[in-house]
């Protein structure tokens, strides 16, 4: 069965330092990523995907994301964090049998100190 | 383009009644998704629509059933209302096929007590 596992609830970073999101999947193929951003009483809000291809995948507000097969993970990084980015970030895997139905990770909420 | 509305923002209702979530699709897309985000976790699949029909159903119980419209747009109807109902729906609207770009609203907050 697919599944997403985010093992970060909760991450604090200052502004200007780097950030690193874990996301481990289970997966029987090649699976379809997603990186989601949600903020406080707002939906969802596509960063980037992966497909296929390069398996470095860069995504909106500088945000990029690495597909390692080998370790079944799709990190989401960004060199420089803005006090903007705080909020709620979702890994999620697309099923197999219908692209648009999304299994999510539980989340990793970040915040950002000045 | 006002993308994907959902109506209404927030709801309280009460245990054993029934609510009607409505969703209206971006511009173009024919396939609605639902889903339910409880508290401090992901979204979870309720069940999705295309050309008026249910395609696929998560894991959820026969009280939440669905419909769609013509037009594209999407009911999610919740029978008999219980505590743990309580939560976040999102729906989400794409267009069919692959590398498709799945856009979400902004959710309904129902709150049952």
């Known amino acids: 069965a697919q599944s997403v596992t985010q093992p970060d609830i909760h991450i604090t970073v200052s502004e200007g330092a780097s950030l690193e999101l874990r996301c481990n999947y289970s997966?029987?193929?090649?699976?379809?990523l997603f990186w989601y951003v949600q903020s406080p009483g707002q939906g969802l809000q596509l960063l980037l995907k992966y497909f296929s291809g390069d398996t470095l995948v860069q995504g909106i507000k500088g945000f990029e994301a690495e597909f390692k097969r080998s370790q079944s993970s799709f990190n989401l990084r960004k060199p420089s964090v803005h006090w903007s980015d705080a909020a709620e970030y979702f890994c999620?895997?697309?099923?197999?049998?219908?692209?648009?139905?999304?299994?999510f990770g539980s989340g990793t909420k970040l915040n950002v100190k000045p | 383009d006002a993308g994907v509305t959902q109506s209404p923002t927030h709801l309280i209702k009460t245990r054993g009644q029934q609510v009607t979530l409505r969703c209206s699709p971006k511009?173009?897309?024919?396939?609605v998704s639902w889903y339910q985000q409880a508290l401090g976790q992901g979204p979870q699949f309720i069940f999705q629509y295309y050309e008026e029909e249910e395609r696929q159903r998560g894991n959820f119980p026969d009280r939440f059933s669905g419909h769609q419209f013509p037009n594209y747009s999407s009911e999610l109807n919740v029978n008999a209302l219980l505590l743990g109902d309580s939560a976040l729906y999102l729906c989400?609207?794409?267009?069919?096929?692959?590398?498709?770009?799945?856009?979400f609203g902004q959710g309904t907050r129902l709150t049952v007590v």
């Open positions: 997966y029987g193929a090649t699976p379809y």
């Open positions: 511009s173009g897309h024919d396939t």
């Open positions: 989400a609207s794409s267009l069919t096929g692959l590398n498709t770009e799945a856009f």
């Open positions: 999620a895997v697309g099923a197999v049998d219908n692209f648009n139905k999304f299994y």
